[in-house]
């Protein structure tokens, strides 16, 4: 048997953690002095309000090696090999710490861990085939195989609704967020090769942006494979969602459409209002 783990920023719903039976580790979230469990012992509401009254953005840590130890050790007692996933390397030290943990088991035969080099579902996207292969029967050498070839085809956009956030957090100037706030731009921001990367700036009211963002991934969509895509979101009201949900259905490509809340640590720095659509390539 094959037991898939992954790190709570895969973002994915709890009616899909249960149908795929996968393990989440939470990273962690500090408010201040205050420490929590990423979807556990705080919402990404709750970090909002946070966040606003204290006008910072909260920091976020990875999963520590015992914490990956004491996730682990149960199922290789029981006889069961492991893939687990990361959000990138680039981004958190969770994956060098389950690599760390692999090690002091003696496991490293029997624990595969996967540098997704993504975040949020494009995790979520490779953790969900895992699952499936699993299980259907499949190995440990077979599923490690197979994430291989998907993972330079996952695709993870999102679209941002406020820079306050990506400026509290150090990654947007204070100069650039006064503009884009006065402007209302909403910058692209892909992931490329574990890396965020800037992109496309729109501009005007959300829903439209949201609409043109879609709009121009259309061709790379009809391409994608069928079996599912992604809208995630840090808090979209309902209209956007039924919006964005509509336009990818007209597209009679997708076996599922999954829309999913972002959980605290993707949320905590792009701030309320992203959406993304994730797929694979």
């Known amino acids: 048997m094959v037991k898939i783990i992954s790190d709570s920023t895969c973002d994915l719903s709890a009616d899909l953690l249960k149908r795929c039976d996968v393990h989440i580790l939470p990273l962690h979230i500090l408010l201040g002095d205050q420490e929590y469990l990423d979807g556990q012992s705080i919402t990404p509401d709750e970090i909002y309000t946070w966040s606003d009254a204290n006008k910072t953005t909260p920091k976020t840590s990875a999963a520590s090696v015992d914490e990956c130890i004491r996730a682990f050790k149960p199922y290789l007692d029981a006889g069961s090999d492991i893939v687990c996933f990361s959000i990138s390397s680039k981004m958190s030290a969770t994956c060098q710490n389950m690599h760390l943990a692999a090690r002091e088991l003696n496991a490293e035969d029997r624990i595969c861990v996967i540098d997704s080099q993504s975040l949020s579902t494009g995790v979520g996207l490779q953790v969900i085939e895992a699952a499936e292969m699993a299980q259907s029967g499949k190995t440990l050498k077979e599923i490690a195989q197979h994430i291989a070839t998907i993972t330079p085809c996952i695709k993870a956009s999102f679209v941002v609704d406020t ?119």
């Open 163 to 281: 820079l306050t956030y990506l400026h509290r957090g150090g990654r947007c100037s204070g100069l650039a967020a006064l503009a884009g706030g006065a402007l209302r731009l909403h910058p692209r921001i892909a992931v490329t090769d574990g890396a965020m990367a800037p992109g496309k700036k729109y501009r005007g009211r959300m829903n439209r942006v949201l609409e043109e963002y879609v709009a121009e991934m259309k061709d790379d969509l009809l391409h994608a494979q069928p079996r599912r895509v992604f809208i995630t979101h840090s808090g979209c009201g309902e209209s956007i969602l039924a919006a964005i949900h509509q336009q990818l259905a007209d597209l009679n490509h997708f076996d599922e459409i999954h829309i999913t809340r972002a959980g605290g640590v993707i949320s905590s720095h792009c701030g309320p209002g992203t959406l993304g659509v994730l797929y694979i390539s």
